[in-house]
């Protein structure tokens, strides 16, 4: 079983940045694809960004492309995602999650296929 943990969020003006860590404990990251989720008030979950086991491959929301960035140090056991030019709207609680995809290339988009998840940490992007 892995434990995620998410850290890193915190309150910032618009067009800034955040750099968001999600570190796992319990087992070896890299045998799993990773993603990251916001959920806003009042919202559903969605997609932000994924990334593949090895690192590979990655894949963003429309939303985000350009501004966000998803990596991974499987050495460090942690996923990063570097958030930038921030905007009001991406005020939300940030999730990581972990697939056990024995596929070394696959990215993960639905929520539902994710096997693991952490507690979240809370951006806040003031205007």
């Known amino acids: 079983q892995v434990h995620l943990v998410e850290s890193g969020g915190g309150l910032v003006q618009a067009g800034g940045s955040l750099r968001l860590s999600c570190a796992a404990s319990?087992?070896?990251?890299?045998?799993?694809?990773v993603g990251w989720f916001r959920q806003a008030p009042g919202k559903e979950r969605e997609f932000v960004a994924a990334?593949?086991?090895?690192?590979?491959?990655?894949y963003y929301a429309d939303s985000v492309k350009g501004r966000f960035t998803i990596s991974r140090d499987n050495a460090e056991n942690k996923v990063y995602l570097q958030t930038n030019s921030l905007k009001p709207e991406d005020t939300a609680v940030y999730y990581c999650?972990?697939?056990?995809?024995?596929?070394?290339?696959?990215?993960?988009?639905?929520?539902?296929?994710?096997?693991?998840w952490g507690q979240g940490t809370q951006v806040t992007v003031s205007s």
């Open positions: 999650a972990a697939d056990s995809t024995p596929l070394y290339t696959r990215v993960v988009v639905r929520d539902y296929e994710y096997d693991y």
């Open positions: 319990g087992r070896t990251l890299s045998g799993y694809a």
């Open positions: 990334i593949s086991r090895r690192g590979g491959t990655t």
